[in-house]
Nanobody, 124 residues
């Protein structure tokens, strides 16, 4: 079984930055596509950004293009989400996810493993 643990969430003022981390254990990290999702109160969970197992392919939600960047360090079994120029509408619980079938299924909110989430709050 794969376990995913997010960290790095917190409170930040609009226009600021945060970097989230997701540490994986119990599996072969380099074999999984990794992604980030978020869910705001009263809203459905949405796909944010994903990276392929090789790191050569990316997928982004339109709302975060130019502001968010995903990266992975397979030696550390960790994926990162760098969030810049944060907006109040970015406020949500952010979840890390892993897929054995690439990033394609992230678009339909499908993944094999999920973390427990970390809260990101952006104040205006």
């Amino acid at each position: 079984q794969v376990q995913l643990v997010e960290s790095g969430g917190g409170l930040v003022q609009a226009g600021g930055s945060l970097r989230l981390s997701c540490a994986a254990s119990g599996g072969t990290f380099s074999s999984y596509a990794m992604g980030w999702f978020r869910q705001a109160p009263g809203k459905e969970r949405e796909f944010v950004i994903g990276i392929s197992w090789s790191g050569g392919s990316f997928d982004y939600a339109d709302s975060v293009k130019g502001r968010f960047t995903i990266s992975r360090d397979n030696a550390k079994n960790t994926v990162y989400l760098q969030m810049n120029y944060l907006k109040p509408e970015d406020t949500a619980v952010y979840y890390c996810a892993a897929s054995t079938r690439g990033t394609y299924y992230f678009r339909t909110r499908e993944a094999d493993y999920w973390g427990q989430g970390t809260q990101v709050t952006v104040s205006s």
